[in-house]
């Protein structure tokens, strides 16, 4: 019966080292895949900062044309601007002045002209006053 005992310990004993061997080999594993996580991750980030990094260049240099494109029309302008006579510009601001003036002087004769039709209208019917209170 001893031996039975004694084969059935040594069984258990099996079992325990065989399951500490796969217990340490499952955390092997566990941070074997750890680390492949870190390094994909840490490849992945990489590879997007880089990516980044290209589309600010190209749209930093597509900023740049753009700019220069702008600034060679704005020159090309200012030289046509530089060609016309004084002569014209004197006269454009002038024409530009006077206009803003009589636009408002016209105003004010609609208006007076308005209220010298109704004082008329008022008087002609025989009432006083603008708003035609009372009669006579």
Same mark, same amino acid.
């Given at each position: 019966m001893k031996t039975l005992i004694d084969k059935v310990l040594s069984l258990e004993n099996e079992a325990e080292r065989i399951l500490d061997d796969a217990r340490r080999e499952a955390k092997k594993i566990d941070a074997d895949a750890d680390a492949q996580i870190a390094?994909?991750?840490?490849?992945?980030?990489?590879?997007?900062?880089?990516?980044?990094?290209?589309?600010?260049?190209?749209?930093?240099?597509?900023?740049?044309?753009?700019?220069?494109?702008?600034?060679?029309?704005?020159?090309?302008?200012?030289?046509?601007?530089?060609? *016309?006579?004084?002569? *014209?510009?004197?006269?454009?601001?002038?024409?530009?002045?006077?206009a803003g003036r009589f636009v408002a002087h016209q105003r004010q004769l609609v208006l007076h002209q308005r209220v010298v039709d109704q004082v008329d209208i008022g008087a002609g019917l025989g009432v006083y006053g603008c708003h035609g209170r009372g009669y006579r």
């Open positions: 390094q994909l991750r840490a490849d992945g980030e990489a590879v997007l900062q880089r990516r980044i990094q290209e589309y600010r260049n190209a749209a930093e240099q597509k900023h740049q044309d753009e700019v220069a494109k702008a600034r060679a029309a704005l020159a090309q302008e200012l030289e046509r601007v530089k060609q *016309v006579p004084d002569s *014209v510009l004197v006269e454009q601001a002038a024409k530009a002045v006077g």
